[in-house]
């Protein structure tokens, strides 16, 4: 018999069909809840990752809560809930899922409005691409040079801060000076592809004024909106900032030019002070525990320009006491390139926005002007 010349002697044509048999979750991995004391979940019969994403189920229905698994505690799984426990008792049944939190993304996104954990708010849901909300930074020796000036509409900053495409600026100011406004500004007048805009721990009433008042429609219909208000699990307000940067990376790595927002960076790390609280961490300065510092320059560090396109990311930061070297403002201004400094004695004076220009800088003003 002729050989057919569609088969190669040595070949083993099941390999790839074994290797994903071999990595399949064929068992269900089944635990229940033993305890809950005030913002952790522990569980027992479960082996599941740091990270992983578990459906917690009620008696009373089939109704599930999510939870994300934090730590361990000898044979004990500790986790936090992504939504309400009512419902939840000791012995619930609990299911690991396997995976990490996940979101879609995709040309959908645009003008629409989601929560914390990338569910749409404003109406009917949406189709795309699942994406990791956890991602790593660009490798450093990939980030292309920031060498384009970007207008942001904002003469202050245009003409003594000015910034490009691909620069982490930090807003710090304190309670009512303005830092909303000035982002709501700069979304509508800037010119790039793409506005991803979170809104981390912010009062109900502040999201649609925002959207209606300080946006409006030019700016809504090439923004995405993530919306985490100050009633949602701390966990909850952690994550919106993730998945704000992960869809801002989507459309970064499109090829398109993204302005990413965050209000505010305060308000991530008083969520991460919670849960570091939570599962253990002793408390150091004013109370931030270490995984506090940890987690801001994993966050902060993934804006940026890459390969293709470019993430310019404007940061707020609610200062303590209108101090600007309490310790959140100090660890940021310190990964940023650069930072805004609004005074509430310019504000007071009905001058608005109240950027004081001798406080602050652009690292890479002289890189990108010329005299």
């Known amino acids: 018999m002729s050989e057919n010349k569609f088969y190669h002697a040595g070949t083993n044509y099941f390999a ?24 952790t979940i522990e569980a027992e019969g479960i082996k599941a990752a740091v990270g992983e994403i578990c459906r917690i189920f009620s008696e009373e229905s089939s109704r599930f809560s999510l939870a994300e698994v934090m730590g361990f505690r000898a044979e004990t799984t500790i986790l936090m809930p992504l939504g309400s426990l009512e419902g939840v008792k000791p012995g619930s049944r609990i299911h690991a899922t396997g995976k990490p939190l996940q979101i879609k993304a995709g040309q959908a996104l645009l003008g629409r409005v989601v929560d914390g954990l990338g569910q749409p708010i404003d109406g009917h849901r949406f189709s795309g691409v699942e994406i990791n909300v956890n991602n790593n930074p660009p490798h450093p020796l990939e980030r292309k040079p920031i060498a384009t000036v970007l207008e942001t509409g904002v003469k202050a900053i245009d003409c003594f801060l000015t910034c490009g495409e691909g620069q982490r600026i930090g807003i710090f100011a304190g309670s009512g000076v303005g830092k909303s406004t000035l982002l709501g500004m700069i979304a509508r007048s800037q010119g790039v592809d793409v506005n991803v805009i979170a809104l981390v721990g912010e009062r109900g ?24 208000t100050s009633d949602q699990p701390a966990l909850v307000r952690v994550k919106a900032a993730f998945v704000a940067t992960a869809i801002a990376e989507y459309f970064r790595d499109l090829g ?17 002070r919670e849960i570091g609280l939570a599962v253990g961490e002793p408390p150091t300065t004013r109370g931030y525990t270490p995984s506090v510092f940890a987690l801001l320059p994993r966050l902060l560090e993934r804006a940026g320009a890459g390969k293709k396109g470019s993430i310019t990311a404007l940061y707020t930061v609610l200062v303590e006491g209108d101090d600007m070297n309490e310790p959140i403002a100090d660890a ?8 805004i400094v609004l005074t509430r004695e310019l504000a007071q004076a009905n001058h ?20």
Do not use: W
């Open 16 to 39: 790839p069909y074994y290797a994903a048999i071999k990595q399949a979750c064929l068992i269900q991995q089944t635990g229940i809840v033993t305890k809950v004391v005030g913002l």
């Open 205 to 228: 009433r502040e999201v649609k004024d925002f959207i209606q008042q300080d946006l409006g429609p030019v700016g809504l219909k090439k923004s995405v909106l993530v919306v985490a």
């Open 256 to 272: 398109k030019s993204v302005m990413l927002m965050m209000d505010s960076v305060t308000r991530f790390a008083l969520a991460q």
């Open 332 to 339: 940021v201004r310190g990964i940023l390139d650069g930072h």
């Open 352 to 371: 608005f926005p109240a950027i004081d220009i001798l406080q602050s800088v652009s690292r890479l003003i002289n890189r990108i002007t010329s005299p």
